[in-house]
């Protein structure tokens, strides 16, 4: 079956524009996850659904930074205002259950440059 | 924040070797802990996990290891391949999901 699947893969963006990145989960998973990962670095937590609740979006680097899940399927990561320090890999992950003992599927990820 | 660190960065072996990557975490209430595998431009891929109740677990050529005691994790990958080049990560969970840094395993035909 299909895994997840992200939109678009490359995105560069000047600094200051807004960007939207897309997720769409495996058919049916509970839990949505966006992370950021810099070169060189290990994935890094920003945000958790459930469904289309929001549950912990303590790893949102800062205001500019916003994601929703209105109908408990895809998923929409936006940064207004976009700065250097954004450029990353943004990878979103779905699980079919909730947090535990669950297994992530991630997606290729999108590559955000920011010039 | 929690951390979860790697203690090696690089790590090359030859084709046919056994390969062992560690990882240190700091949360000892963490429950869950799993290897991810992550090549160049892709994402990363779920290679095996193992409980807190547990301290060995197998899977097809690779065994993870956790010690509690001194909150140690290890994966070992028998019998390495060229196609097991990549960047392991091992993550733990608890109330969020934390990634170490990453390993870069390189096999040496």
């Known amino acids: 079956g299909a895994g997840v699947s992200q939109s678009p893969r490359y995105k560069v963006a000047k600094r200051g524009q807004d960007v939207a990145l897309r997720c769409d989960p495996i058919?049916?998973?509970?839990?949505l996850f966006w992370y950021q990962q810099a070169l060189g670095q290990g994935p890094e937590f920003l945000t958790y659904?459930?469904?289309?609740?929001?549950?912990?979006k303590s790893g949102l680097p800062s205001d500019r930074f916003f994601a929703e899940r209105p109908e408990g399927s895809v998923s929409t990561l936006k940064i207004q205002r976009t700065q250097q320090e954004d450029s990353a890999v943004y990878l979103c992950?779905?699980?079919?259950?909730?947090?535990?003992?669950?297994?992530?599927?991630f997606g290729p990820g999108t590559r955000l440059t920011v010039l | 924040g929690e951390s979860v660190g790697l203690h090696l960065p690089t790590l090359s072996v030859q084709e046919g070797d056994n390969s062992i990557i560690n990882c240190a975490y700091s949360?000892?209430?963490?429950?869950?802990f799993i290897w991810y595998k992550q090549e160049s431009g892709k994402g990363p891929q779920f290679i095996i996990d193992?409980?807190?109740?547990?301290d060995k677990r197998q899977g097809q050529r690779v065994t993870v290891l956790l010690n509690k005691t001194v909150k140690h994790l290890s994966l070992q990958i028998a019998a390495t391949q060229p196609g097991d080049s990549a960047v392991y990560f091992c993550?733990?969970?608890?109330?969020?999901?934390?990634f170490g840094t990453g390993t870069s395993l390189t096999v040496i035909p």
């Open positions: 992950a779905s699980s079919p259950q909730g947090l535990g003992y669950n297994e992530q599927f």
């Open positions: 058919s049916g998973h509970v839990s």
């Open positions: 659904f459930q469904n289309e609740a929001q549950l912990d």
């Open positions: 949360n000892s209430a963490s429950d869950y």
């Open positions: 193992i409980r807190s109740n547990m």
């Open positions: 993550a733990e969970s608890g109330n969020q999901f934390y």
